[in-house]
């Protein structure tokens, strides 16, 4: 095979490598548990819950759809809604092996390894140096207010019920 | 011959230049098909994912509570924490790894901190200069801004930052561990110093200030409260702040200049009216919640 037909046969093969990268795209989530909604907003019906590093894959947002807010469904579930953009990254994240999720195969161009570094391990080794004392930091990340008790605060308050749909 | 197989690489370059201008080609697309889709390395870490801004966080806030005292009205802590979920998701920012949760320190001192990820800190002595929910809402609304803005990362210092990647970057799954376990816990405890030392004693520059006041000023709008209250906040803290004092008299620019940029930032932005009955609901509760304070 001459060097010419080499480089057209590399030419095609990096052409159906491009054609591959356009299709629909895949995002991780990047927060330790997010929801989905119905509509876009964070006051919409819960159809799902998604946790750390879970791939999901980009719809075509509809025409007018907020900026910020992305459709999705995710493989082999069955869910399709909406998710705030700022809970999904591009990255693939792989968990730790022993994690909660499985590591799947690389597909993107870019992977982050959770749980690499400032992680668990870590603040257990700063933690038994001793100096510092967890217990209300754990006890404030327990502070959770609810979607209706968002709604009424929000609409007693007559505040923007629209819920962050921009 | 060759002259057929010159014009089918040329075709074959006409297609791939057509295809290559419908997707994007940005660096890291251009990695992925060089390398085959199946053969892929961990990104080299230029900042800190929300994750471990999360642990960052944790630990700046454990090292402030560990030497604090809270003040546990569960009424009053559920009252900011509503409030705060319903400011986060008009910003930039809704999601971040771990939430946004607000916590009341028992202390005088007109002061609020805020730790990397969400995690809220603010005195009874700042709260006790609010008169109403919307100045409240000031209040959350900046911390909130210092949040989204990551000035608390950017306070670990640049040459730290770096090692600190650096070493994030190299270590993978395998060998999180061990040794490599004690040296990062060496960087992580010195990242918390940096950003404990600038929350406390020196403070975030003026600009990083004024920055989280505007953006403060946007996420009140959106979320409905008068962006005006955030005046009326900075007028008493005026008042109440003695020069050369502690908390935000030591760490923030002077009340004045803050009002001079929020006025002018605020200068041909229509007015939020808030209808008489909405008023009375948001004071009734602002009363009910923080009235003892």
Known sequence: ?166 | MKKTVSLLALAALGLLVASCASMDLSAGNIVAIGQGVQQVQAAEQTEFTPEQEYYIGRAVAADILSTRKVYDDQAATAYLNVMERALAIYSERPETFGGYHVLILDSDEINALSAPGGLIMVTRGLLGCAQSEDEVAAILAHETSHIVLQHGLNAIKQARKTEALKNLGVATANTVGGSNVQELTGLFKDSIKDIVHTLVDSGYSRDQEFAADAMAVKIMRNAGYDPRAFEGMLKVMETKLKPGGLGFGKTHPDPADRIAKVDAALAGQPAVVTPPDAQAARQARYQAALGAL
């Open chain 1, 1 to 166: 095979m001459s060097r010419v037909q080499l480089a057209v046969i590399a030419c095609l093969m990096l052409a159906s490598a491009s054609a591959l990268a356009a299709l629909p795209q895949q995002m991780s989530v990047q927060v330790q548990e997010v929801k989905v909604r119905a509509t876009p907003g964070f006051l919409g019906k819960i159809v799902g819950t998604l946790q750390y590093g879970d791939r999901v894959t980009v719809l075509d947002q509809p025409a007018g759809s907020p900026q910020s807010w992305r459709k999705i469904s995710v493989p082999g579930k069955d869910i399709q809604g909406w998710v705030s953009l700022s809970a999904l990254t591009e990255k693939e994240i792989k968990l730790q092996a022993g994690s909660q999720a499985a590591q799947t195969g690389a597909s993107s161009g870019e992977v982050a390894l959770a749980g690499k570094g400032f992680n668990e391990n870590v603040e257990k080794e700063y933690k038994a140096e001793g100096n510092v004392d967890y217990t209300w930091v754990d006890r404030m990340e327990t502070y959770k207010p609810t979607d209706q008790q968002v709604a009424d605060f929000l609409q007693q308050g007559g505040l923007n019920t629209s819920g962050g749909a921009q």
